[in-house]
Each structure stands twice: as structure tokens, then as C-alpha cells.
């Protein structure tokens, strides 16, 4: 079974630019979470989504959105880029929800560099 | 809210050395607890993980058990080799309905030969 993909792996942006991000979860997986790590606040929970619907968010502004489409790949968007925006976007995929024990199988990650 | 306070690194120890990465969680409902291991330019990937109080997880010569008296899920490995070095996360998952997953804010590991 193929794992995670996340596409581009590599990213460098300018500041005020926008920029899409893309993961294709294990097959058969329905959950796709989102997580931003950084070198000082570690990982990040950004969004997490299960059935084309966004189940929970994290703490960051509007100019983070996301979205999953029926086939269970997922995108996130980043508008408006800052510098601090720059971090390893990791994508994480999950079987199902409700199950004990569930684990979260995690992508290479996007590397985002914000000039 | 639901936390996971991990120790900070970074931890340097000799190749064959004892290792043991503390990790506490806090106990709302009845959490699974996991670690999880990223090693350099790659994504985290599952080490082990306990679904309830007293269970061991294993793998790959590292050992935690969920301690639910001490709210605890230490990392320990015998005997520590070159290749183990990487940053390693604690986490934990509510169980039942919605599961949301808290990190802790990872511990850097590096061996030395």
C-alpha cells in the first residue's frame, strides 16, 4: 500500500503570496489531518477532516484554510504568506475515527520557505 | 485543555547508553497514548503506542507504559545506537468520539559512537 504523498515537497514563496498544498492519504483512509512544525512551537494542529467536512481547527488566522474532496485527497492554502509562515506542513492520514488506538500515518511533509 | 509535556533536548548520550524520555499527559477521559519518531527530512512515523492503563508498547528495542497513577508514558531503550537518533513525540488521542490528537513538543536525541 503507498504511503502518504505531498506535493510539492520543497516550496519557496515571497511574502504576501498565496500558496497550495496537497496530500493524497493511504487509500481507503477518510481522515486527513494537518499539522505546521516549526522549530520553536513543535507541532501545530491546523485542521483535520473526515468525509469532506472539517471536524475540528486549530488556533491559527483565517488565511489558513483547508478543504478534502470526495475521492479523500486533501488541500490547505496559506494566502496572504508572512514569514513566519515558513515550516514543514505535515499531512497525516487516519483509517477511521471513534476506534481505540487509532494511528496517525504521517506524510513527508511540505518544506514552505517564505522570502 | 489536553496537554502532553514532554522533556526538552537535546539529549546526547554514548552508543550502549540507558534512555529514558519523560512524558506526562493529562488524564481527561480515557486517553491512547503514542510516540511517534521523525528522523531527519522525513515525516513522524508510529514507535509504539498503549490504549490503556498499564499497557506496555513495544518496538524496536524501546518500551513505555501507560502509567494512568502518574499520568506518565516514558520512552526507555536499553541500549541506545547511532541510528536511533531523531526527534521523538509523544501524543495523546481521546477516545471515542471525536479523537484529538495533542503532541508534545518533541525530544531531539542524538548518539554519539
Known amino acids: 500500500k503507498a504511503g502518504v504523498t505531498q506535493t510539492p515537497r520543497y516550496l519557496i514563496k515571497t511574502r504576501g503570496q498565496q500558496v497550495t498544498l496537497s496530500c493524497s492519504p493511504i487509500s481507503g483512509h477518510r481522515s486527513v489531518s494537518w499539522y505546521q512544525q516549526t522549530p520553536g512551537q513543535g507541532l501545530q494542529f491546523l485542521f483535520e477532516y473526515f468525509s469532506e467536512t472539517q471536524r475540528n481547527k486549530g488556533n491559527f488566522p483565517g488565511r489558513f484554510s483547508g478543504r478534502q474532496f470526495s475521492n479523500s485527497r486533501s488541500e490547505m492554502n496559506v494566502s496572504t504568506l508572512e514569514l513566519g509562515d515558513s515550516a514543514l506542513y505535515l499531512c497525516?492520514?487516519?483509517?477511521?475515527?471513534?476506534?481505540?488506538?487509532?494511528?496517525?500515518?504521517f506524510g513527508p511533509g511540505t518544506r514552505l520557505t517564505v522570502l | 485543555g489536553d496537554s502532553v509535556t514532554q522533556m526538552e533536548g537535546p539529549v546526547t548520550l554514548s552508543e550502549e547508553a540507558f534512555l529514558t524520555i519523560n512524558c506526562t499527559y493529562t488524564a481527561t477521559g480515557y486517553p491512547s497514548l503514542f510516540w511517534y519518531v521523525q528522523y531527519p527530512g522525513e515525516g513522524l512515523q508510529l514507535l509504539l503506542k498503549?490504549?490503556?492503563?498499564?499497557d506496555k508498547g513495544s518496538n524496536k528495542g524501546f518500551e513505555a507504559t501507560y502509567r494512568k497513577e502518574t499520568t506518565s508514558f516514558h520512552l526507555e531503550k536499553g541500549s541506545v545506537q547511532v541510528s536511533d537518533s531523531a526527534v521523538y513525540f509523544c501524543?495523546?488521542?481521546?477516545?471515542?468520539?471525536?479523537?484529538?490528537?495533542?503532541f508534545g513538543i518533541g525530544t531531539k536525541l542524538q548518539v554519539i559512537p
Open positions: 497525516a492520514s487516519s483509517p477511521s475515527v471513534g476506534k481505540l488506538g487509532n494511528e496517525q500515518f
Open positions: 501524543a495523546r488521542v481521546n477516545s471515542g468520539g471525536y479523537q484529538k490528537v495533542t
Open positions: 498503549a490504549t490503556k492503563a498499564d
